[in-house]
């Protein structure tokens, strides 16, 4: 489905962050890795610098790399402002201020900017919409979720909830979802509903503690396997 352009808000975040999140080891960088909901993020570009495989999907890759950086300039002053309003439910210790965390979003979607085009062609960069992922059953080893499920419990029902997660199960062998909180800070009431689910059905699903925390509380990821 087509989603409008001038509702798109571009926003990323880095290599160094996503490795932060998501617990990822050496051997994890190793295996083949979906993002779902990357969006602008930098760590697709990064991994591939590196010889890694990431493949990453989004509903804003329907749009051209021009596009996109259209949308960051015209979008960037209301998020860091939104941010400005909100100082309080944030962590300031890996950024000191509202402007070194623009700064470091910035650099991160400029790195994918630079990637974008090139990392299409690639079949890098996919242009999809949750909960419908175009890849064969186990395509993948892992699948990734960064500030996209949980965090929009608000905008996102439960049954899509469990529609894209059992999507990502379908075509990874496991799934990483960070954070559990929404944008309230409040733990999302689908993180516990989609552990019963999961864990009935066979999987392992744990909240695992990260070193990572940005949004205050927000510390822990989801793994389903
Ligand atoms: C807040 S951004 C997070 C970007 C990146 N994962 C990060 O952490 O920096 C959420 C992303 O989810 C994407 N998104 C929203 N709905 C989606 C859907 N149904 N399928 C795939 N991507 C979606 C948005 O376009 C956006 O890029």
């Not at 001038?6 to 996503?18: I, K, Q």
């Not at 979906?34 to 590196?50: E, Q, R, T, V, Y």
């Not at 100082?87 to 201020?97: A, E, I, P, Y």
């Not at 395509?139 to 500030?147: K, T």
Request: with cysteine; aromatic share 12%; net charge negative.
């Amino acid at each position: 489905m087509a989603i409008k352009y001038e509702s798109v808000v571009p926003w990323g975040r880095s290599y160094h962050e996503y490795i932060s999140m998501f617990n990822l080891e050496e051997s994890d960088l190793d295996k083949s890795i979906l993002g779902c909901g990357d969006g602008p993020a930098g760590f697709n570009a990064i991994m591939n610098k590196n010889g890694k495989k990431v493949i990453s999907v989004d509903t804003i890759y329907q749009f051209t790399s021009s596009e996109i950086a259209k949308r960051i300039d015209k979008t960037f002053d209301i998020v860091i402002n939104q941010t400005r309003n909100n100082l309080d439910k944030f962590v300031w210790s890996d950024f000191k201020d509202v402007d070194e965390l623009g700064q470091a979003r910035l650099s991160a979607m400029k790195e994918f900017l630079k990637d974008y085009e090139k990392g299409k062609i690639e079949d890098r960069y996919v242009f999809a919409e949750l909960p419908g992922l175009p890849f064969n059953d186990k395509n993948f080893d892992l699948a990734l979720s960064s500030h996209f499920l949980f965090l929009h419990t608000d905008n996102l029902s439960l049954d899509f909830h469990v529609q894209a997660i059992g999507e990502m199960l379908r075509v990874a062998k496991e799934v990483r979802i960070f954070p559990l909180l929404d944008v309230n800070l409040n733990e999302s009431p689908y993180v516990e509903i989609i552990t019963d689910i999961y864990r009935n059905k066979g999987y392992t699903v744990e909240k695992i503690k990260v070193e990572y925390e940005f949004q205050k509380g927000g510390n822990k990821m989801l793994v389903i396997k």
